[in-house]
């Protein structure tokens, strides 16, 4: 079988199956939300503790430990720096089957600094700001994790849950380390969820994806006295950027190219001795990814000839797509169903207007987040390392409405509402959601039975998991 196995009209089939079992009992839905609810305020102060410290891929110290400190007071038993990575670590509560995990992050992107104001506010001597709200991921997980775990002591229920904290998801590919090392083999379900413009349990394929670092090395000389004896690793940087472009018009039409360079030369008149590139390619299917890569290389060999340099590349990441289980969206989309939407006061309102006036082309009205979206899975095309994840073991996600509706991730209004009670608000929906359904996990042995089945038949009896990575070690300097 081949990774694109199920495609959109697969996906929609699939959709139809209906939830298994019957719904959470009131008492026990009403201890989770309770629970959720009295953790709260810790909660928001830890989102909004990782949101000002906006620490970068591999380099999340602080907010690491903010959310093992948070866990181990909560009961968790915490095992840090695991899979080679010193800002991972995996928290557990509970004893027995079923495990079940739930996925965290907590990196930042760079270049994205801003306030938690309505207007382009960057906060000085901040390079870096929680444009993909992974400080609300984070920081609402645990919160999850905590309901659940007081909510097993409380039935005196077997099983076991996970908060699997997994750093530099930007680029980074942290889960991916953390799969190749085994760490999700004993799983029976994983979850995860995401911030976002809208509240949305539907199970979306992503793309695949590789990236890389292109490194020119050329000769230094006076660019103006001796330039006949120079040779430019700008020069190649820029034919490799010519050409890749050029191939974009010969790319199948759901593939993604793009790249940013980052080192170009100190100064006009020094002929660079060096210069890099940083690239992505993306495409639903990982066997293309690799192969629009392999031309990528051929590009940088060209362009190396070309301008009489050499080059070399460093493979940062490589993700899978994420892999479906509508067995567990639905479990997912009934649980959020019951949780419901955002609701915004009068000042989150002219908030909310207020930003909604600075976008272009928004997609979704205000007002959007107050509801649930309907169940309906496609294709995105950003992608994500919780894809390796649901390789290996049956996963299942969710949007909740963190944003103002229509706005785009890795933009300074997701970092402005991220960072004040919008984002918390739609963070607490979060956990409530992931606390309904891993609860109706913990309780239904055939439900996760049946998540099992259809995750062996969308994965194929023939699939072997082989990381995009291959066996280097987690690139703990990328952001350096």
Request: include cysteine; charge should be negative.
């Amino acid at each position: 079988m081949t990774l694109m196995r199920f495609g959109l009209a697969s996906l929609a089939v699939l959709a139809s199956l209906p939830v298994c079992g019957a719904e959470l009992p009131a008492r026990d839905r009403d201890f989770l939300l309770h629970a959720v609810e009295s953790h709260a305020q810790a909660s928001a102060d830890t989102a909004l503790a990782i949101w000002k410290l906006a620490e970068v891929g591999y380099q999340e110290r602080q907010s690491s430990a903010l959310l093992q400190q948070e866990l181990a007071g909560a009961g968790f038993a915490v095992e840090a720096g695991v899979a080679g990575m010193p800002t991972s670590f995996i928290a557990t509560a509970g004893s027995g089957k079923p495990v079940i995990a739930i996925l965290a992050e907590f990196d930042a992107l760079p270049g994205l600094s801003q306030a938690a104001v309505a207007q382009r506010s960057p906060i000085q001597g901040k390079n870096a700001a929680h444009a993909c709200g992974h400080n609300l991921f984070g920081a609402g997980s645990a919160g999850a994790a905590i309901a659940i775990r007081e909510w097993l002591a409380a039935r005196k229920l077997p099983g076991t849950i996970r908060l699997y904290g997994t750093p530099a998801e930007e680029g980074g590919a942290g889960k991916v380390y953390m799969v190749r090392a085994g760490l999700f083999d004993d799983v029976d379900v994983a979850l995860h969820w995401h911030a976002g413009d809208r509240n949305d349990a539907s199970q979306n394929r992503t793309n695949s994806n590789k990236s890389g670092k292109f490194r020119f090395h050329g000769v230094s000389s006076h660019a103006a006295a001796a330039p006949d004896k120079g040779r430019s690793a700008l020069d190649g940087v820029e034919a490799m950027d010519l050409m890749a472009n050029m191939m974009r018009e010969h790319m199948p039409q759901e593939a993604r190219l793009h790249y940013v360079i980052t080192h170009g030369g100190a100064a006009p008149n020094v002929v660079p001795d060096f210069a890099e590139v940083f690239y992505y390619v993306r495409h639903p299917d990982p066997k293309v990814v690799q192969s629009l890569w392999d031309r990528l290389t051929k590009i940088a060999e060209g362009a190396a000839l070309g301008t009489g340099t050499t080059w070399d590349v460093e493979v940062i990441h490589g993700a899978y797509p994420l892999l479906p289980n509508h067995t567990l969206g639905h479990v997912m989309q009934a649980s959020l169903e019951r949780v419901g939407g955002v609701e915004y006061d009068a000042a989150e309102e002219a908030f909310a207007r207020d930003i909604y006036a600075t976008l272009a082309s928004p997609s979704r009205p205000l007002g959007s987040e107050r509801v649930v979206q309907p169940y309906a899975p496609q294709q995105q095309y950003g992608s994500t390392d919780v894809g390796d994840v649901s390789w290996t073991v049956p996963t299942v996600g969710l949007y909740t409405a963190t944003w103002v509706p229509g706005t785009s991730a890795h933009s300074w209004q997701a970092a402005a509402a991220g960072g004040m009670s919008i984002g918390l608000k739609g963070m607490n929906v979060a956990s409530k959601t992931l606390a309904l359904t891993a609860a109706r996990l913990l309780t239904d042995p055939d439900l996760v039975k049946a998540a099992r089945a259809e995750f062996e038949q969308a994965r194929g009896a023939d699939f072997v998991y082989r990381p995009m990575v291959g066996d280097r070690k987690p690139p703990l300097d990328y952001r350096d």
